[in-house]
C-alpha cells in the first residue's frame, strides 16, 4: 500500500536547468494537487488537476507546467528553474466529494 | 490574500503544560481540517470537522469548529515532546481546493 509517493525527494540542479519532479498515488483519487512550502508562507498552490487531462493554475503557476495523461501520475515541469523556485514541494491527492487532501513526503529542490 | 489566519506562529511550553491554536477566517468553510507535519515529511491530516459548533477529540487533542464556520481551534492537553510539529488549518468549501493557514511550529520542552 504505497499510496502517494514522490520523486526524487532531493534534488539540486543550476539556474535555467529544466527539471521534473514526479508524483504517483496508488488510489485512483481523481483529484491531485502540487503545492510549494516556503518558511512564511505556509503551502501555496501551484497547480491541481480534477481528472486526467485536466488541470488548472492555482495561486502560484508562473515558471511551472503540470500534466496528467494518467489518473496516477502528475509529474511537475520546472521549464528554466530560477533560484526563487528554491523550496520544498508537495503532491497531495484526494477523492472527489471530499476536502480531505493526503499528502506526499515532498521534494526538496535546491536551484543553484 | 491570505483568508486563514492561524496564531501563534510559534509557540515553545515545557512537557505537562496545555495549549490552543487558533485558526481564523472572516469567510465561511464548508470544512475545515488540521494536518500535523513533521520535519522531512509532508503533512498528515488530523481531523476534519464540518459542522458548526462541533467538538471532537483525539486523545489529548480536542478540536472545534466555530458556530459559523468561520474558525476553529486546536487544544492540547498536557503536551509531550511527540506533540512537536508544525500544525496547519486548511479550509475547504466543496471544491477540492484547501485554503492552508500559514501553520504554527510547536515546540515541547521536556
Known amino acids: 500500500d504505497a499510496g502517494i509517493t514522490q520523486s526524487p525527494r532531493y534534488k539540486i540542479t543550476e539556474t535555467g536547468r529544466q527539471v521534473t519532479l514526479m508524483c504517483h498515488q496508488t488510489w485512483s483519487h481523481s483529484y491531485m494537487f502540487w503545492y510549494r512550502q516556503d518558511l512564511g508562507h505556509g503551502l501555496r498552490l501551484i497547480y491541481y488537476s480534477a481528472a486526467a487531462d485536466i488541470t488548472d493554475k492555482g495561486e502560484v503557476p508562473d515558471g511551472y507546467v503540470v500534466s496528467r495523461s494518467k489518473t496516477e501520475n502528475f509529474p511537475l515541469t520546472l521549464e528554466s528553474a530560477t533560484r526563487s523556485q528554491t523550496s520544498v514541494y508537495f503532491c497531495a491527492s484526494l477523492l472527489g466529494g471530499t476536502d480531505t487532501q493526503y499528502f506526499g513526503p515532498g521534494t526538496r529542490l535546491t536551484v543553484l | ?110
Open chain 2, 1 to 110: 490574500t491570505q483568508l486563514l489566519e492561524q496564531s501563534p506562529q510559534f509557540l515553545s511550553i515545557q512537557e505537562g503544560e496545555n495549549l490552543t491554536v487558533y485558526c481564523n477566517s472572516s469567510s465561511v468553510f464548508s470544512s475545515l481540517q488540521w494536518y500535523r507535519q513533521e520535519p522531512g515529511e509532508g503533512p498528515v491530516l488530523l481531523v476534519t470537522v464540518v459542522t458548526g459548533g462541533e467538538v471532537k477529540k483525539l486523545k489529548r487533542l480536542t478540536f472545534q469548529f466555530g458556530d459559523a464556520r468561520k474558525d476553529s481551534s486546536l487544544h492540547i492537553t498536557a503536551a509531550q515532546p511527540g506533540d512537536t510539529g508544525l500544525y496547519l488549518c486548511a479550509g475547504g468549501r466543496n471544491t477540492g481546493k484547501l485554503i492552508f493557514g500559514q501553520g504554527t511550529t510547536l515546540q515541547v520542552k521536556p
